[in-house]
RNA sequence: GCCUCCGUAGCUCAGCUGGAUAGAGCAGCGGCCUUCUAAUCCGCUGGUCACAGGUUCGAAUCCUGUCGGGGGCGCCA
């Protein structure tokens, strides 16, 4: 039984009760039941505060109501026992056959345990990482890299319908001081003012030169301009093999110029403006975004005509509601939180939600640390700290994991020294190693001709550790749930992290062996581990999936 | 000045939208390898949940303020 269907059940005790006027509730109050695993274990296999919850409403005492609601629960087959505890919690033991039962159903699941369909049918749209091609992918866009994927896995997962896209430009002026880099390098000249320094202009310099041997020694505009078109395809290039081998891949790379050529631009402010949400002041034409909540009016065209480069996030937002995403998301850096008042007054001036069309998350500042000294960054001197130095230094699965296991909202310290070890102080090895040796085991199952049984019975697996296991594998839809609603793939890491200890704790335990020893012979309560084993294996292989990490079958 | 994130064990961090005696890993100390992968497991040590108020049966969690640290506040992109 897993917790949601014990809520479940609680909550048909509940209804069953009011029914028969033993309980009255307040019209239109729906209890919400929330199941949780007590951490003494004293306290049974799960607890439930519903008695708390209703008293009041009910209008009995919280000890009255538990009481009530123990007596028809006790009558379910699943369930073991129930105590009235404390100011009225209520503890209830699974009966083993029923909580056993979860290892069957898990396999079942197969790759599909843990998913749900809280989300079916929306169309989201994950707009992450969206560098600009003036350089190597840096580390803020590495985590929005890696927590973007997961977290759009773990979208789809619950039933969504997904798109990964990437937003770039190809023009302005951030490209053109790239532009200028590049040719100055292919002139060996110094690094211009505003310029990109660092070995990597001085590669794509001479590739382009390479490439287009007289293009150096064009007018300068025109050479600026060859090297701009050139080099920008080529980092470009490079950014997305990058993401490639990270194992991030997007569905739409989506041009910002796209939308000026097109006219959405004009069409977007068209729209504002017939919606009476634009005006014009000292030249300019603004967008009213402060009547939504923003701190002040933003200017969208300048008073030389030129469009600001809000009106293409404009544009872009329209875009992306009309290609029919009921939520957008855009992942950006703690240096854009900023932006989160005028992009919501956006999204209201066009007659949307605010975050509920439109959901804006922000990733904190990530460092790396060698040695115990954070590796700085310099634009100028070109040391940028790049997704590449991360990889280098510890790999994807242990990057991927290391980005992904802690909460957007806090800065991250990665320890690359930590991270590169291959021992117990890495988290990532403990889960993949977990998985590892789930995998050894059913090939060692198979050598000796055990199979998956068909008559499978759960009540042998009766053991203490059986039990603990099984409700840690139980917990994990309503995890990958949770990470979903939330926004916060990491509760998939740190879930797995404790289910791959309480597994080996399992392991280690005597009367849990799942292999017969030297000549006994194979029981039914050895193959009803067997069964226990693969469903683990699937959770955390489901699990490891759901991060981007691989979920290697030997170590 | 304003906005925003963070402050929990020596270190790095969880804490399931308010629950029972605040957790994990690492570090330190001490144990378990003839039997499934010891990258495992067991025990011990370690806390003023930054501080002060408030909300209530109950607060690390919600609200207000203070202090400390990170990041931001262009007709740049």
Redo the contacts with the bound molecule.
């Keep these: 039984m897993t917790p949601e269907a014990l809520a479940a059940l609680i909550a048909e005790v509940v209804a069953a009760l009011t029914g028969s006027g033993a309980l009255s509730l307040p019209d239109g109050l729906t209890p919400n039941v ?1 199941v ?5 274990k ?2 049974g296999d799960y ?1 439930t ?1 519903i008695a ?2 209703l008293a009041k409403p009910a209008g009995t005492n919280p000890r009255a109501l538990a009481e009530l609601i123990k007596g028809q629960l006790e009558q379910n087959a699943g369930i073991a026992k129930v105590d009235v ?3 009225g ?1 209520l ?1 209830i033991t699974v009966a083993s056959a029923a909580q056993g039962q979860v290892a069957a159903d898990i396999v079942a699941a197969g790759a599909q345990y843990g998913s749900n369909e809280t989300l079916k049918g929306m169309k989201i749209n994950v707009e992450f990482v969206s560098a ?1 091609p003036t350089g190597p992918l840096h580390l803020g866009g590495t985590r929005w890299a890696a927590v973007g994927d997961a977290l759009a896995r773990v979208l789809q997962f619950s039933g969504a319908e997904v798109t990964r896209e990437y937003y770039f ?1 190809d023009h ?3 490209i053109d001081r790239f532009a200028k880099s590049l040719l100055a390098s292919a002139r060996g000249e110094a690094v211009p003012e505003d310029g990109y320094g660092g070995q990597y202009i001085h590669d794509i310099a001479a590739a382009v030169t390479a490439q287009h041997p007289d293009a150096k020694d064009l007018p300068t505009d025109e050479a600026i301009e060859a090297y701009r078109e050139a080099g920008v395809t080529m980092m470009f290039g490079e950014i997305k093999a990058d993401l490639n081998a990270f194992g991030v891949d997007f569905d739409v790379y989506f041009h910002e110029n796209s939308l000026h050529e097109s006219g959405a631009v004009d069409r977007a402010i068209e729209r504002l403006t017939s919606m009476g949400n634009t005006f014009e ?4 034409l603004w967008l009213a975004t402060e009547k939504y909540g923003d ?1 002040k009016d933003r ?1 969208i065209v ?3 005509g030129t469009p ?3 009106s293409g996030d404009l544009a872009y937002y329209l875009d992306k509601r009309e290609r029919g995403f009921d939520l957008c998301f855009i992942l950006l850096g ?2 854009h ?2 932006y989160i008042g005028r992009m919501m007054a956006m999204c209201e001036a066009f007659g949307d939600k605010p975050h509920e069309n439109l959901e804006i998350l ?1 990733g ?2 990530v460092n790396l640390l060698r040695d115990g000294t954070p590796l700085r960054m310099s634009k100028r001197a070109g040391t940028v700290v790049s997704m590449d130095d991360l990889v280098d230094a510890i790999g994807v699965d242990a990057a991927r994991y290391a980005l992904t296991r ?2 957007n ?5 990665i320890d690359l020294d930590q991270w590169a070890k ?4 890495n ?1 990532v ?2 889960v993949q ?1 977990a998985h ?2 789930t ?3 059913m090939a ?1 199952a198979a050598d000796l001709g055990m199979a998956i049984p068909t008559d499978f019975d759960p009540s042998l697996l009766s053991h203490e550790r059986d039990g603990e296991l099984l409700r840690a594998l139980a917990e994990f839809p309503g995890v990958v749930a ?1 990470a979903a609603e ?1 926004r ?1 793939p ?2 998939i890491a ?1 879930y797995l ?1 404790a289910s791959a ?1 309480v597994f ?2 399992w ?2 335990t ?1 009367e ?4 017969p ?2 000549d006994e012979p194979v029981t039914a309560a050895n193959l009803a581990r067997l069964m226990l084993v693969a469903a683990t294996r699937i959770t955390f292989h489901n699990g490891l999936g759901l991060l981007g990490v691989t979920a290697p079958e ?2």
């Design positions: 929330n949780e695993r007590p951490r003494v004293e306290h607890a505060n708390m919850q505890a404390g100011p919690f503890n600009n430009n302005g002026a951030q002041k000292d030249g300019a701190d200017v300048r008073s030389d600001a480069y809000i703690a240096d939180h900023g922000i904190q500042m802690y909460t909202d806090t800065n991250i310290d291959a021992s117990n102080d988290p090895f403990y190693y590892a040796r995998c050894r085991m060692n949770s939330l916060e990491h509760r740190r992290e200890s080996n704790k392991y280690d005597r849990c062996r799942m292999l020893q030297g030997r170590m």
